[in-house]
């Protein structure tokens, strides 16, 4: 049973930056067998819940998607058992409830998820 924790939310001017945390407790020592892969979503007002990209915590392959994969960042300290979301040259489109997500690296759905984090870009 894995819990996630956000952290790193708040308001921003457009053009500005913010690194979002999520800090992973229950992870278990790092074998073959007990990879996952952790992910970034959010959530804009009134829209529904998209995906942003993914690291996998043992390798660190990471994946952004199109929208925002020249301004963000994934990474992870496994030390630290926490994942990062370095983003850059916010846009007020960016707006959003920031969720971090883990699921079993061969499953299909997220199954454990942080209670978000508010990001708030302004003109």
């Known amino acids: 049973q894995l819990q996630l924790i956000e952290s790193g939310g708040g308001p921003v001017q457009a053009g500005g930056s913010l690194r979002l945390s999520c800090v992973v407790y229950?992870?278990?020592?790092?074998?073959?067998?007990?990879?996952?892969?952790m992910g970034w979503f959010r959530q804009a007002p009134g829209k529904e819940r998209d995906f942003v990209g993914h690291?996998?915590?043992?390798?660190?392959?990471?994946y952004l998607v199109d929208s925002v994969k020249d301004r963000f960042t994934i990474s992870r300290d496994i030390l630290q058992n926490t994942m990062y979301l370095q983003m850059n040259s916010l846009k007020t489109e960016d707006t959003a409830v920031y969720y971090c997500a883990a699921r079993g690296l061969y499953a299909s759905d997220y199954q454990y998820w942080g209670q978000g984090t508010q990001v708030t870009i302004s003109s």
């Open positions: 690291i996998v915590w043992n390798g660190g392959g990471a």
């Open positions: 229950g992870l278990p020592p790092r074998t073959p067998s007990s990879n996952y892969v």
